[in-house]
């Protein structure tokens, strides 16, 4: 793989906190996983994520979601493997899926919303999903 190889494919598989606000603003037909326990999800999650985490990805689990939609993955952020595993089942599930960079860690900093017990405001994101 040369430069140009790798750098579109990153960019295939990736995502940041500004392309994602950007698509869920403006309907971009994306839909955010929340690849971390239950509770974690509960304290704090991205507005209008689904929890679904990576130890419970199966068939079963993910046969309601649209498989022409596309998917972000997340965990924690960077010290966080969940949103690459997430990702990893999500693709070997047929699925069309990005990994968000930096998690729920990224995703504050730059001072994006997020809801749960410990939900803190921010930029609001106004889904057209």
């Known amino acids: 793989m040369d430069r140009l190889e790798f750098y579109q494919a990153k960019l295939a598989y990736e995502t ?10 403006n309907g971009g037909g994306i ?8 509770e974690a999800y509960t304290l704090e999650h ?6 679904i985490p990576h130890r419970s990805m199966s068939e079963a689990t993910t ?7 596309s998917y972000v993955t997340y965990c924690d952020g960077i010290g966080c493997n969940a949103s690459t595993k997430g990702a990893l089942n ?6 069309n899926v990005k990994e968000l960079l930096g998690g729920l860690d990224w995703w504050k900093r730059d ?3 997020t809801k749960g017990k410990q939900g803190s ?3 609001e994101i106004k889904c057209g999903c």
């Open 121 to 123: 405001q921010g930029k």
């Open 31 to 38: 839909i955010v996983i929340d690849a971390r326990s239950p």
């Open 16 to 25: 940041d906190s500004w392309d994602l606000s950007e698509a869920l603003n």
């Open 90 to 95: 999500m693709a070997k599930l047929g699925f």
């Open 63 to 69: 046969r309601d979601l649209d498989k022409s939609k």
């Open 111 to 113: 001072g994006y919303e």
């Open 46 to 51: 991205i507005p209008t994520a689904i929890n």
